[in-house]
Structures are given as C-alpha cells and as structure tokens.
C-alpha cells in the first residue's frame, strides 16, 4: 500500500527507517515532513494525495480540517495521530465523510496497541469492576499538566476498550490541594452491561504508580504499567477446579514510550482492518466516545472540584 506522510511531529529519519522495512508498506513521500534519500517532499497535499493509497498525518499543525476533508474526498484512508486541536462538530464531520468514501480513519489511541491485549486475548473478558489509578510524583514545576487530559484521560481510554459497552453514567470530583486546577480527580463510570470502573488520578503523590485491576467471574486481571507486567488469575477451565493458568504472569515486551513500535503496531493494524473491510480498533468513533466520557468528567468537576483558594 503507498503510504504519504504529513507533518513531522516524532517522525524521524530512524522511525521512516523501520516502516520502510514492512513489506507491505511503500512509502512514497511527505509533504512538510523530514528530508531523507528516497523520501520525496510533495509541494501540496493534493500532490500528495494523488501519489498514494494512505495518509499518515503525525503533526495536526502541518494541516487542518479541510485539508483532512480533502484526503477523505480523495477516498484515501487516514491516520491522525492526535487531532486534539479538532472540535468535536469537525471530527464528527469527517466520520461522516469517510463513511460516505467508504475508507478507514483512523485516530492515533497508542493505548489500545499494548502487549498485554494480546495476553488477555486468550481469557474470556467480560469486566464487572475496574479499578484504575494513576499518579504522578509531585513537581511544584508541573502546574500545567491537566489530570484529567494528561494522566486520566489514558485510563478512561483502556476502561472504554475492555468493557466494550455504551457508558450509562459518569460521576466525578476533584480537589485542589495546591493548585487552582485538579490536583486529584475520582471518576466512577457505569455501563449498560452492568461494569463500573473506578479511575483516580493525581499529580501530587509521593511516588508514581499507573496500575488497572480488573474484576470478573473466575478472573482477575492486574496491569503494572510501570513495570510492564500482567498478572492473570483465572479459573476458566471446563471441568470447574483452579487450572495450571491461576496466577500466571508475563511480562509484556513493550517498551515504555518506544514510539516507533507503538507506530508500526498502529499502521499494521490499520492497514488490516483496511484489507478485511473492518472498522479500526482505534476509528473515529471510539475516539468520540472517549472525548464524550472526558467532555462529562470535566461537566461534572465543574460543579463538584474543590479548590484550596
């Protein structure tokens, strides 16, 4: 497939290196991007377009809406690695437009690409509770690092993954104990098919833990992030008594903030649900559905976030 690519972002000479190497990627050019032998610099998007099959955008500021409207019109499939900048009218827009081209779009949610869903692929997951914490050592420097955005956001991401259902309510507060802004959020989520998670957050802790617990019949599930470790306890046997699985860990091979694995895992994925005519495991619309989640925690910290001023 002739991938182009737009913008820089965290693209890189090495990064460009290691997709080239996927057989069944070319990739043709860039427009704004690195400047690299073999990697051809288009003078416009519509250049661009015209020379490939799909769209990788890795800088929302190298482009903007009409410019992923264009890509769309072209019946070109897209990737946009963060379209946070992007309204939430825009984005629906554009799942429109793919769905009237007919081709895949794409959001870059590196989350739903850990190791670990490969582990609990082999389990029957059907989650009751969720419990997720998330904290940051406090740096009296970090005033501008948003709990909700930055630290739970993630979290809310995974929980929406693991459940598969439609989100029934949402329930939130915060405190600020240094700050004006949250310094500690608490969420609680339920679903239609009956799961509640239970997400926290802060970024004044004395030491940093990222953890996810899940909670079901005959399994429980415990994910350190920091250490990259997946415990499973499970006693999904057919004959009823606990099998040789209970208490087994692994240790999932990712590396932490290893950018090109998490790219290459995301285009691969991508191009198979392109291949097999399948809605992308990160799409557009279950990107809207965590902004929806995230746009209600903030609603409810509106009226229920403390402030120590």
Known sequence: MRVGIIGTGNFT???????Q???????VGGYESIHADGFQNFDSINALIDSVDMVLVLDLLSCNYEDFSEVLRYSRHLYIESPGLLARRDLSRLELLANEASVSLQIGLKQRFYNFFDDLNKYEVYPRIIESKRNVKFNSKSTQLSVVDDLMNHDVDIVLKLVNSDVKSVYSTAVGVYYKDPDI?????EFYNGC???LSASKIADKETHKTEVFQKNLHCSINYIKQVIHVQSNQSNSGEISEDWGIRTKY???KDDYTFMLKR????????????????AGISQYLQLQSVTDKIKEQLERNFTTNV
């Open 266 to 281: 995301e285009v691969s994925s991508f191009y198979n649900s392109i291949t097999n005519n399948m809605e992308p495991i």
């Open 253 to 255: 091979d990712q590396q």
């Open 13 to 19: 000479k090495s990064v460009l290196d290691a997709l």
């Open 21 to 27: 190497k996927e057989d069944y990627l070319t990739i």
């Open 196 to 198: 509640v998670a239970n």
């Open 185 to 189: 959020v608490n969420t609680r989520i």
